[in-house]
């Protein structure tokens, strides 16, 4: 059984910076793959970051440079930090801790709310 808690959403004009949080609890020791996804209004939720136990990190193309995804392995947390922040980076954000690539065991945040304004 495992918990997450996403924090860190604000409200951003264009350009700014904002940096995500989800913080873990519970029997973790299975997790080996730790992803950041988002959902925007009217779209499917998509995988926006991932990092592995081993420190390997992927991103989608459309935030590749602009994104970073890192772990905190004493606090139990993952970030996500965004920078160059485009309207089109308006979403409700979750974090999703994974057994396998393939999350065949997968536990999810609530979510929190990032808003771009232009």
């Known amino acids: 059984q495992v918990q997450l808690v996403e924090s860190g959403g604000a409200l951003v004009q264009a350009g700014g910076s904002l940096k995500l949080s989800c913080l873990a609890s519970?029997?973790?020791?299975?997790?080996?793959?730790r992803r950041w996804y988002r959902q925007a209004p009217g779209k499917e939720r998509e995988l926006v970051a991932d990092?592995?136990?081993?420190?390997?990190?992927n991103y989608a193309d459309s935030v590749k440079g602009r994104f970073t995804i890192s772990r905190d392995n004493a606090k139990n947390t993952i970030y996500l930090q965004m920078n160059s922040l485009k309207p089109e980076n308006m979403a409700v954000y979750y974090c999703?801790?994974?057994?396998?690539?393939?999350?065949?065991?997968?536990?999810w945040g609530q979510g929190t709310q990032v808003t771009v304004s232009s």
């Open positions: 999703r801790y994974c057994s396998g690539v393939a999350c065949y065991e997968s536990y």
């Open positions: 519970g029997s973790i020791f299975s997790i080996n793959v």
């Open positions: 990092i592995t136990s081993a420190g390997i990190t």
